[in-house]
């Protein structure tokens, strides 16, 4: 099914056929199910601690905490940070657990990579969780070493993948 996209007047993504919208996040309850999506599934269901939501990253002018909501109820999230020379990293995805397996993730990156590439974004870069992989496999993602250093610092169990962007 072809899904059409628009920029709402609030400067949302806006999948029509499903209801889906991407937005930047600035409002208090947007922040709140933001990091709530990321403390479950990506620290809580992995049996990590820790989480902070005071993070610096998230709040730097170059990075783009974003939420995925579904029918106005948010869904999922990553943060898309500006690499320079057109490149940008996608980074904690996430898609709430009892709403995973739905397509929603897959949703997720069709709005992410218009929002990557309305802000002249031409390559997304991931440091893919293992059991993640096949899902940017089929999201059309290769695997390849984007930068050595990182590498090294984020543990080697994350795999770097690339995705060009088109059209
Ligand atoms: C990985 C994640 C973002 C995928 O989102 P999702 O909504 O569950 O995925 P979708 O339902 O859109 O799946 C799209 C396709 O990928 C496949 N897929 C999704 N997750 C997969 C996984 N972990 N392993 C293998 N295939 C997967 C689906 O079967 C589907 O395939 P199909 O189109 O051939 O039917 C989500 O499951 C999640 O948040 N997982 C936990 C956190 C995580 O791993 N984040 C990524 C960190 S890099």
Known sequence: MRHKRRVSQEGQLKDETAYYSLIKVSL????????????????????KSGYDSDFPDEYIIFNHPLLLKLAGRPIGTTRLDNYGQGRGIVRLVAISQPDQRQGHGR???????????????????????PDAVEFYNKMGWITQE???SEYMSSGSDCVQMVKALVG
């Open 146 to 148: 984007w930068d050595d």
């Open 28 to 47: 208090e309850a947007d922040w709140q199910a933001y990091h709530g999506i990321r403390r479950r599934v990506l620290w809580e269901l992995r049996g």
């Open 107 to 129: 949703a997720l990156f069709r709005l992410v990579e218009d929002y990557a590439r309305s802000h002249f974004l031409n390559t997304l870069l991931v440091k893919a969780a």
